[in-house]
Structure formats: C-alpha cells, structure tokens
C-alpha cells in the first residue's frame, strides 16, 4: 500500500507539540491512542541514522498515560498483568504485557508505580482505559481510573544523556535503565525516565503542564545544537533491527504473550492473582505460532503478508523493512510452529529467507553470508 494523506480532525486528536512539530517539517504521521504519532521528518533512512549517531526528540504524548490510583490500584494492575509487580519501587518502570482471561494480548505497556496507591499504565495503542474501568466496575474495586494530563517527550540517541544532562542537571546520568527521577524545569518537578523505544540509550520526560510543552522543546533544541539534534519518532527500521514490538502490528488480542516471546515478562509460578495465569499455564508449550525474524538478501513482496509453502499458509508477516546498515530485508512473521520444527527458510516472492530468533542477532546473520 503506498502512502496516503491522513485527514486530521479532533478525533485524531493532537498534543501541546504539535505546532512544533508542524514547525520542524513532520512529513507523516499515523495514529495512536486515536492521537498523532510522527512518523518521520527527512526520510525513514535519514532519520534512521540520525538517531544512531546523534539525538532527537520525540513526540510520543500519544503514549497515553492511564493512571489508576486508589486503595486497589495495585490489586487492579496485578490482576491485569501476568508479571509479579509486588517488588516494583516508587518510580520504577517495568514494561509488561497486559493479557485477558484466556491470555490474549491486551496491550504491552510500560507500568509504572508513580507513588503508593498511583500506577501509570503507560499504554500502546489499544483502549486499555474502558477495560480497566470494566473490571473495576465488575468487581467492585476503590480506585479511580482516568487518562492523566501527561504528555511523554522522548530524547533518544547515543549523545540523548548528554542532551537531557543540559537541560535537567546533574542527577541525570545517576537514572538507572527504567528507572526515573523527580527533575524540575522552569521549576516544574516532572519525571524523567531512562527509556525509550529504541535501543539507542535516552529518556523519557512525562510532561505534566501543557504550557511548558513549547518550551521545552525549544530548550532541547537550543541546547541540542552542536549535538546535531533533530525532531523524530520511533523508527521503523530501528525498532526492527532491535526487536521492539509494535503492539497491533507484531499481535494482537488474537496472539498470547508465548506467541510473541514475552516469556521473560511472565511470571508463571508467583503466588499472585492475576487473571491471566490459570490460562497461560495451561497454554505453555502448546500455543500454534511463534513470531520470528525472516533475513532475506533483498526486498520482497509478499501477497497479502502470506507467507505460505506446498499450497498452505504457515504464517504472515506482521513488520518488514529494508535495513541499510545490514542490507537486508528484515522481516516479523507470526509462523506456525508445526512448520518452524521442520523448516529453517521460507520462500517468499521466489526468494528465499532464513528463519531466525527475535531479537536479530547480526553477527551471526552476516556470517551465514
Ligand atoms: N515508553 C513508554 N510507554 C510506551 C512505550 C515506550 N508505551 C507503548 C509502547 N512503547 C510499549 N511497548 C514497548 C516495547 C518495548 C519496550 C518498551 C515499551 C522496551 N523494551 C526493552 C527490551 O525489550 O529490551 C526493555 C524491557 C525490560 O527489560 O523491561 O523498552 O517506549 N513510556
């Protein structure tokens, strides 16, 4: 599909950057959290590598905040989540996946516990609010559920630290990974986190003043100068070669959390009440499909995202993307397992495409030649 117009309105609801954003050329948008998501601003391959050697500055405000706080907040978020959150700090980030009672994929967030009794849900793109306030309601929970007056700014790339150092001071290198601090600008304590989606280092200011949106911006670009700063948005051939999954394009409600390698953010054996986890055991090592990376030496077309053999469909592709720093066409694809322990490549478009583990691993794809 090639690339269309996207027609705004307040349904596509926009953020306080966005008249910066406007400003710094935004060439594409989609829409996430039915709110404005900047795609690119040069190329996807400019800014690709603008990001790998430099530092931007996202607008990810459509990185909705759903804040439930209340007597049963924690009650609530565990009930949601198959990972164990009983040891999480005050502060702390811990990217988990939401999952139903069947353990179908609701969303994969970051969860953070920004005080005792206050848990942001730090959404992808699905309505994650109007099940939360279902199950709350359902169950007679004490908590309030609303989307905060939050708006995630993200600085993201190798010289990211040394950007936001600038601007918030000198507690900023002491951030550990998902981890976050109290910092203040133009005297407005905000939390600044060590995240991102990108595997390129930076962090994540949750701007909580709309007035101090441009501002902001500004500074980090005044301040961002000799670092060669630009405006950007998660990037799809990084977030590829990285790994990161983009919930609704990787799986969906469809997909358990096996299906798409989240194995490491469950926690099947912890003494909790989670909603999720009598189906999850129950489904361990018996799910159908397995998401995988594809490598092929150059671009394909695949029909209909099918990837099929001997007349049958075995899985399809979910993200594809041509990376120039390995040349090679990387691809996401949701496999049926019964073909993966038979198979090792797929032949797509009359090219064939080895099979490999998520994430990439690089070395070793270049030395299979
Ligand atoms: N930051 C914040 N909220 C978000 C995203 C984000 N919400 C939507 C979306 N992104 C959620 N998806 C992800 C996917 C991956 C990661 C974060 C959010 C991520 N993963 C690391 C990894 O896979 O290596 C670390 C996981 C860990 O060790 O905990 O960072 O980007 N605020």
Known sequence: MTDKILSISRRTRSTPFTRRVEAAG?????????????????????????LCNDVQVWDVSCERQIEVFGPDSERLIQL?????????????????????????????????????????????????????????????????????????????????????TRVFGDEVPGIRF?????????????????????????????LNDPDLAEPLWDELFDRGQDLNVRAGGPNLIERIESGLLSYGNDMTYQHNPFECGLDAFIDLDADIESMSLPALRQIRGKH?????????????????????????????????????????????????RDYLREHKSVKVDGKIGNIVDLPFDFDAILKEG
Not at 42 to 48: L, Q, W
Not at 178 to 205: C, D, H, N, P, T
Not at 316 to 332: F, H, I, K, T
Request: glycine share 8%; charged share 20%.
């Open 288 to 336: 159908e499909n397995q998401l995988v990376g594809l490598v092929f030496d150059e671009a394909v077309n695949f029909v209909e995202f099918a990837v099929s053999a001997d007349g049958r469909k075995v899985g399809d592709v979910r993200s594809q993307v041509w990376s120039p720093r390995y040349q090679r066409y990387l691809a996401m694809a949701m496999m049926r």
């Open 178 to 206: 998902f981890r976050s601090k109290m910092l203040e600008f133009q005297g407005k304590a905000m939390m600044v986190m060590r995240s991102g989606y990108s595997k390129q280092g930076g962090f994540e200011i949750y």
């Open 26 to 50: 935004v060439k594409g948008y989609t829409v996430y959290n039915h709110m404005l998501l900047p795609t690119f601003f040069d190329s996807k391959e400019a800014d690709y590598w603008s």
């Open 80 to 164: 949601m989540t198959p990972r164990d959150i009983s040891r999480a700090v005050v502060g702390q980030g811990l990217y988990a996946p939401l999952c139903d009672e069947n353990g179908g994929l609701v969303n994969d967030p970051v969860l953070i516990k920004f005080a005792d009794y206050d848990w942001w849900i730090s959404i992808a793109d699905s309505d994650v609010r109007l099940w939360a306030r279902g199950l709350a309601h359902g169950l007679g929970l004490d908590v309030t559920i609303r989307e905060a007056a939050i708006w995630p700014l993200a600085v993201q790339g190798p010289k990211a630290e040394q950007l936001v």
